[in-house]
C-alpha cells in the first residue's frame, strides 16, 4: 500500500463550481497536512496547511482532515480559470523530518 | 522578494556529461533540499542539507551530488548522467527542517538525458 494516494485526474469543471480534490493517507504519525498548488512550468508554491482534524478555511479554499479516516480534502469554491493547475497533497512527521508528496491532481477550470 | 532561484531551467544533455545544476536563496534559510518530480511519484527528495557543510542523502540520491558551501547556494551535480534522470528537479528551502510550512520551492529544472 502506498503511504500517500491521489487520484491524478485530470478533472475538468466549469468556472463557478465547487472542486473536491482529495487524498488518502496510510501513516498515523502525520502531523501536518498540506496543500500545494503548481502551476505549468512553476514551482509548488503552499496553499494551505493544518496541524489537526476539522476544517480550516481562507478564502475560497477549505482544507479539511479527517485523521480517524485518513483522508484530506480541499474544496475550492467559486473555482475560477485561474485556479488552473495541479494541487499536490503533502503530509509531514517530526519522525521522518520530511515531507510525502501525493502525485498531483491536474485541475481545468473552463470558462 | 523571498525566493528560490535555479539555473538552468532547460538542459539537454548527453548520457555521460557531468552537469550542475544551481540553487540560491535570499531568506537565510537554514535548510536546502532538492527534488525530482515524475509523472505519476510526485516529488522525491533526493538530497537535503541542515546547514553550511551537513548536507545527507534522501530517498532517491542514487547518481547524485551535493555540497553547501555557502548558506544561499545548494548545487546539484549529476556526474555521469544517464536518460533515467530524465526529469524536472526542484530546490527548495526553509527556515528548518522541522518547518515544512516555511518551504519555498525554485522554478524547476527540465532535465533530458540523450
Known amino acids: 500500500q502506498k503511504e500517500v494516494e491521489q487520484d491524478p485526474g485530470p478533472l475538468s469543471v466549469p468556472e463557478g463550481a465547487i472542486v473536491s480534490l482529495n487524498c488518502t493517507y496510510s501513516n498515523s504519525a502525520f502531523q501536518y497536512f498540506m496543500w500545494y498548488r503548481q502551476y505549468s512550468r512553476k514551482g509548488p508554491e503552499l496553499l494551505m496547511y493544518t496541524y489537526s482534524s476539522g476544517n480550516k478555511e481562507d478564502g475560497r479554499f477549505t482544507a479539511q482532515v479527517d485523521k480517524s479516516s485518513k483522508y484530506i480534502s480541499l474544496f475550492i469554491r467559486d473555482s475560477q480559470p485561474s485556479d488552473s493547475a495541479t494541487y499536490l497533497c503533502a503530509f509531514f512527521s517530526g519522525g521522518y523530518n520530511k515531507l510525502i508528496f501525493g502525485a498531483g491532481t491536474r485541475l481545468a477550470v473552463h470558462p | 522578494e523571498a525566493q528560490v532561484t535555479q539555473n538552468p531551467r532547460y538542459l539537454i544533455t548527453v548520457t555521460g556529461k557531468k552537469l550542475t545544476v544551481t540553487c540560491s536563496q535570499n531568506m537565510n534559510h537554514e535548510y536546502m533540499s532538492w527534488y525530482r518530480q515524475d509523472p505519476g511519484l510526485g516529488l522525491r527528495q533526493i538530497y537535503y542539507?541542515?546547514?553550511?557543510?551537513?548536507?545527507d542523502k534522501g530517498d532517491v540520491p542514487e547518481g547524485y551530488k551535493v555540497s553547501r558551501k555557502e548558506k544561499r547556494n545548494f548545487p546539484l551535480i549529476l556526474e555521469s548522467p544517464s536518460p533515467n534522470q530524465t526529469s524536472l528537479y526542484f530546490c527548495?528551502?526553509?527556515?528548518?527542517?522541522?518547518?515544512?510550512?516555511?518551504?519555498?520551492f525554485g522554478p524547476g529544472t527540465r532535465l533530458t538525458v540523450l
Open positions: 527548495a528551502s526553509s527556515l528548518g527542517r522541522g518547518r515544512p510550512d516555511t518551504q519555498y
Open positions: 542539507s541542515m546547514n553550511v557543510e551537513v548536507t
